[in-house]
């Protein structure tokens, strides 16, 4: 804490130049984040967060090129440039699993004491999948749902969280209770309905914001909670898998701001929520929405960045599940992290980069165990002249279906009554590969919440497409995407295919979308662990993998 004694003896108002503050004496502190003076802005702040936010305050005037020290009334005329909502903040449910989570989540929001932050957050932990599993155990068969194991492990990890924080229990104990009738009442009906379900997922969401801005508050730091379906989030009825309604952006950004223009505290918003623009329920945005609710409020309120917060240093050539020694990947545009999303990596909702490209604000992937790591920056673009394979995605337990046309229609009547097929019985289609009379696709299990589409809503695609088509339906598939440049497929394919053809693999189905940066592959689940980790090992691991592909191509321009 060398800044807080160096800093604390300055009596204010005091000026120092740039040059003195990036001395060594200065710079070195922990806590303020000097590299902001670099940039072109006219005025920055840099607030000192020991005092409270609010406290001392280090103003740099970039056109006087010094830097002011000033108290917090002396600072008022530069307040109204500087002093606004920055950006969003959102902490996933591993990063708030426990008081010692939330603890450092609060010193590391501090350590930022030149931002003003909007904060989204998860459930704490496992919150989620316990709440599901009650709700599926209260609708089966149990007399008192009291004795639901799940029930008991998200109460008492909430309440000793509290006590751990040292805040009172009663914040809380409302939603406990109605969290029990909840259950109470699926026991009595023994169904749970998606909306049932979204709104008992909610809590997860409620407790942990209520908790932690009860806790900035305890430590010092003003902060306000704030539910999403009370400030304007307003979505589809799609219960489980909702999406976000335009009128959004407005209604979120007049709420946060004009409360933080009357009274301004650190907003605390619960992640994953919206409200049913008809049935004005609480709905969910679908498993990670949380992910979603930060880029949406990012553009909404026309924020400078959207850092998303994890328990991995940043999107990773592959899922560490898969293989740990995946790396981070240092750069991605706003189309590689949507396609990587919408395949299946976890790591980020396949809805969220949507708002961030359409309001073109950077999204950084960061580590919440490891903030130091410079995680991942998503932008509009970046420079692609070295750019090869950036990412290997794998989806599993696709279901895919080769569909050959007994020619009763032409070519055009054909794929028309194949995907007015599947539009009339709601289901999206992920890989398409097509010849004149056949079609092979692969279908999108995300919009149910199981992610693996039933057995009745197959069926009656295959009833409905035999009319005009022998249909072969092919299960436990997988989908292996890879993102990159594919600018330059030919030499991405011959690598592929020399490695699965050393493994003995076999494509089922290939398809190069026209977005430009993902090739997909259909191979059986039962071999695609070990594709994603022969892929890996080809295009990352060997020091010869890159260079053999850009030495291959001259220039290392396939275009
Ligand atoms: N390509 C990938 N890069 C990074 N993480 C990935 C990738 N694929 C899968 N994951 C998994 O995603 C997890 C992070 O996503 P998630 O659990 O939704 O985070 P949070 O709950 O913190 O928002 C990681 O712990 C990792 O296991
Ligand atoms: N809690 C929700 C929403 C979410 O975004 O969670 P996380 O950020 O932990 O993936 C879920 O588990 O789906």
């Given at each position: 804490m060398a800044a807080a004694t160096h800093l604390c003896g300055i009596k204010t108002p005091y000026c120092f130049s740039k040059k003195a503050l990036h001395s060594q004496s200065l710079c070195s502190q922990k806590r303020l984040n000097f590299d902001l003076l670099t940039e072109s802005c006219e005025t920055l702040r840099v607030s000192y967060p020991s005092k409270g936010r609010g406290g001392l305050r280090v103003v740099c005037d970039a056109r006087k090129n010094d830097v002011l020290v000033q108290s917090e009334a002396k600072s008022q005329g530069l307040e109204e440039s500087i002093n606004q909502l920055s950006c969003v903040m959102k902490f996933g449910g591993s990063s708030v699993a426990s008081a010692d989570r939330m603890k450092e989540i609060a010193e590391l929001i501090l350590s930022f004491p030149e931002e003003n932050p909007v904060i989204v957050l998860s459930a704490m932990g496992k919150t989620t999948n316990k709440l599901i599993v009650a709700g599926e155990k209260a609708a089966s068969c149990v007399s008192d749902v009291s004795e639901i194991n799940e029930l008991s492990f998200v109460k008492e990890l909430h309440y000793r969280t509290m006590d751990e924080l040292g805040l009172d229990k009663s914040l809380i104990t409302d939603h406990i209770e109605k969290l029990e009738r909840l259950l109470n009442g699926i026991a009595v009906l023994k169904d749970m309905t998606p909306r049932a379900r979204d709104y008992l997922v909610s809590f997860g969401e409620c407790m942990s914001t209520r908790i932690f801005a009860a806790y900035l508050n305890k430590i010092g730091v003003k902060s306000r909670q704030y539910d999403a379906f009370d400030i304007g989030f307003i979505t589809t009825d799609d219960f489980t898998n909702a999406d976000i309604l335009e009128a959004t952006y407005p209604a979120v950004a007049n709420k946060l701001h004009s409360d933080w223009n009357n009274d301004p505290a650190i907003p605390i918003v619960t992640g994953f929520l919206g409200k049913g623009c008809r049935t004005c329920a609480i709905t969910t945005l679908g498993r990670g929405g949380s992910d979603l609710t930060a880029t949406t409020i990012g553009k909404g309120l026309g924020l400078r960045e959207i850092q998303v917060w994890k328990d991995?240093?940043?999107?990773?050539?592959?899922?560490p599940n898969i293989y740990p020694g995946a790396e981070p990947v240092p750069y991605l545009t706003f189309d590689e992290a949507a396609e990587l999303a919408y395949f299946g990596a976890q790591v980020l909702h396949p809805q969220s980069m949507r708002p961030a490209r359409e309001g073109d604000i950077p999204v950084r992937v960061k580590n919440s165990y490891n903030p130091n790591a410079p995680g991942t920056l998503i932008t509009?673009?970046?420079?692609?002249?070295?750019?090869?394979?950036?990412s290997i995605v794998l989806k599993r337990n696709v279901t895919m279906l080769d569909i050959v046309s007994t020619r009763m229609l032409g070519q055009f009547g054909f794929l028309a009554k194949v995907f007015s097929t599947f539009e009339d019985l709601g289901i999206s289609v992920d890989v398409v590969a097509t010849s004149e009379v056949s079609i092979s696709l692969t279908l999108d299990p995300s919009k149910l919440w199981s992610r693996e589409l039933i057995q009745q809503e197959l069926d009656n695609v295959v009833e409905e497409l035999e009319k005009i088509a022998k249909v072969n339906l092919l299960q436990h598939r997988s989908i292996i995407s890879l993102i990159g440049n594919v600018q330059r497929s030919s030499l991405i394919l011959e690598k592929v295919f020399h490695v699965l053809r050393t493994n003995g693999v076999n494509v089922q189905m290939i398809s190069q979308g026209a977005s430009k940066v993902n090739i997909s592959l259909i191979v059986n689940d039962s071999e695609s662990e070990k594709c994603v980790r022969a892929l890996h090992s080809a295009f990352f691991?060997?020091?010869?993998?890159v260079a053999d592909l850009v030495n291959h191509n001259g220039n290392g321009n396939g275009t």
């Open positions: 991995v240093d940043g999107v990773l050539t592959c899922d509009k673009s970046r420079d692609m002249s070295k750019a090869i394979l950036t691991e060997t020091d010869l993998a």
